[in-house]
């Protein structure tokens, strides 16, 4: 009798045969052209150097598709295959193979409205459309086969009788089965491609980096230089009293140009981020995406009318400076508050979860900060700046001096806030 280890040893040899023929099938490029229809990414990549490969044949009424992509380590991930009507993700049809070495793999239909944000087709027939599905990983090759429908009565449901862009993404999944979003890890048809003939389809290198210097460029100017701008700003007036540079206060030369820093930063990370999209703006199918466009450009416009405020300021004994002066200041706190929103909303949207810690604790920081500082300035008595004698030129009775407790806490507060602009930096470089 056959006993259980030679059982075992024949299921082992099996499934590793049956690893080797699909992956030497996907890697095959001589039936491209004829037999199937190919893409290849990098472009011209041969055998194992391919990040992703795609093969597509015509079945009756159906489209057979044999899809692969290597991972570093395959435990919990996905791989997706999308057909799009242009070269971005938004308003695309999406096929993703999940894969997880400790439960069942599945292959489910999405339709994805935003850059990320799929919606499965059918809640209760995740699959519909779908059929021979096969998942197999070897040696790190994911490897996804199923036959889609060409067409089919359901929404969203795209028709493979017309051409598309093919798109290739792969990533993690979550503990729930949601797909992570896909970063830099993803590949672009160069033309649109007809799935009904055997035609190979040439792939064209996607870069990511005008999003990162983007992302880099908004950490940079509001949650690191504008905050100490602020601060400056409100509580450290009276910092350095005696110091005469062009006739001002030494709070004011660090206050002006480091918001003019933020405005021209932020301007640039438009421009990349602007350009980066085709110039064209983010679909209202993508709410989180879009939400963060738009309170983005509200606070690039507020920004920009900051400093011709400031310009057009009255003189400090005018009648209406302190219209003025209110005018700034809620200006002021309205697009600070829209930036930080703006910030940590591009934080959720792409990076992992892990880095809700450090988005948090800023939060928490920062309400820590202003609660000691307006209990430091409160108590205070030669704190307080005068709006009419004593707001940019130097006093020449009074020489109000600055608390300990302040002092500490403004350098805390800078040395926390660079090294968590340089974790979140490095967060971006590794992501994207």
Not at 289 to 298: A, D, K, P, Q, R
Not at 303 to 311: D, E, G, V
Not at 326 to 345: C, E, K, P
Request: charged share 20%; proline share 3%.
């Amino acid at each position: 009798m056959i006993n259980l280890s030679q059982i075992l040893a024949k299921l082992v040899l099996f499934c590793l045969t049956f690893g080797q023929l699909y992956a030497a099938e996907i890697l095959n490029s001589t039936d491209c052209n004829s037999k199937y229809g190919c893409f290849y990414s990098p472009k011209d990549c041969v055998d194992d150097q391919c990040e992703f490969v795609a093969k597509w044949r015509l079945i009756e009424d159906q489209i057979e598709f044999i899809i692969g992509a290597k991972f570093d380590k395959l435990k919990q991930n996905w791989l997706a295959i999308a057909f799009s009507y242009d070269k971005s993700m938004g308003n695309d049809s999406v096929v993703a193979c999940k894969f997880n070495a400790e439960a069942n793999n599945t292959v489910q239909n999405y339709y994805n409205p935003g850059q990320f944000d799929p919606e499965l087709i059918n809640s209760k027939e995740p699959s519909e459309g779908l059929s021979d599905v096969k998942i197999t990983n070897f040696k790190g090759l994911l490897i996804c086969t199923f036959k889609r429908d060409k067409s089919k009565n359901a929404k969203n449901f795209f028709d493979l009788n017309e051409n598309y862009y093919l798109l290739m993404a792969k990533g993690d999944l979550e503990k729930d089965g949601s797909l992570t979003y896909h970063a830099s890890d993803k590949a672009i048809s160069q033309q649109k491609i007809d799935f009904n003939i055997a035609l190979e389809a040439k792939s064209v290198k996607v870069s990511t980096n005008f999003v990162k210097i983007h992302a880099i460029l908004m950490i940079i100017a509001w949650p690191f230089l504008s905050t100490i701008g602020i601060l400056f700003a409100r509580y450290y007036k009276s910092i350095f009293p005696k110091m005469n540079i062009t006739g001002v206060q030494f709070w004011f030369l660090i206050h002006r140009p480091l918001m003019l820093t933020v405005c021209l930063l932020s301007l640039i990370g438009f421009g990349f981020i602007f350009s980066y999209k085709n110039w064209s703006w983010t679909s209202q199918s993508s709410v989180k995406n879009f939400t963060h466009s738009i309170i983005g450009l509200v606070t690039i416009i507020l920004s920009l009318i900051q400093p011709m405020m400031a310009f057009f300021r009255p003189d400090k004994l005018a009648d209406n400076r302190p219209v003025f002066n209110w005018a700034h200041r809620l200006v002021g706190i309205f697009v600070y508050s829209s930036s930080i929103t703006a910030v940590f909303l591009g934080i959720i949207i792409f990076l992992k979860n892990f880095h809700w810690i450090g988005l948090f604790s800023w939060i928490v920081w920062l309400v820590i900060l202003i609660v000691l500082l307006e209990v430091f300035h409160s108590r205070s008595s030669t704190d307080k700046v005068h709006e009419k004698s004593n707001e940019f030129k130097i006093s020449e009775n009074e020489e109000p001096k600055i608390g300990i407790q302040k002092t500490i806490l403004l350098i805390v507060h800078i040395v926390l806030s660079l090294l968590w602009t340089l974790m979140m930096i490095l967060a971006i470089l590794e992501y994207f």
